[in-house]
């Protein structure tokens, strides 16, 4: 689905990381689709605070990439949490561990992709370009 043939505002892209190293590389790899007034990113060191931010906010039409594992909340339980607030959300998990078993329940949960760290910060903004 093309996102802005429905609205002209940005959409948000949702990034969980408990790496920070990791979401602020995402940001510098999409700062030309922020600029650009295409995309709002939304970046979370936690599960936990994620949930906390979407509880308390509206925020509609929205790509979900988090980790796997995280302390305190893993990316498989954040996201049955997140799928009650938002079904139709498309989300993606990214791991270090590059396991068959991350990979069959990433599937079955419906992800749109699943990829391995080092992230591949081309296909992440390739995936995120595809929506408009």
């Known amino acids: 689905m093309k ?3 429905i609205v002209d505002k940005p959409f948000n892209v949702v990034f969980v ?4 190293e990791a979401l602020t590389l995402i940001k510098h790899t999409l700062k030309l689709e922020i600029h ?3 995309i709002n ?9 994620c949930l906390e931010y979407l509880n308390e906010n509206q925020a509609d039409l929205m790509v979900f990439f988090t980790d796997i594992k995280m302390p305190l909340m893993d990316g498989f339980t ?7 607030l938002h079904p139709h959300v ?5 791991s270090a561990y ?4 991350y990979k069959v329940r990433a ?3 419906g992800a749109k992709g699943y990829f391995t760290k080092p992230i591949n910060l081309k296909a992440i903004q390739a995936i995120i370009n595809s929506y408009f």
């Open 36 to 38: 650009a007034g295409k």
């Open 107 to 109: 599937n079955q949960m």
């Open 98 to 101: 590059d396991l068959q078993d």
């Open 78 to 84: 954040l996201m049955e949490k997140v799928r009650e």
């Open 3 to 5: 996102i802005n043939s």
């Open 41 to 49: 990113i939304l970046t979370f060191s936690s599960g936990e605070e």
């Open 17 to 20: 990381d408990d790496e920070v």
């Open 90 to 94: 498309d989300m993606f998990f990214i």
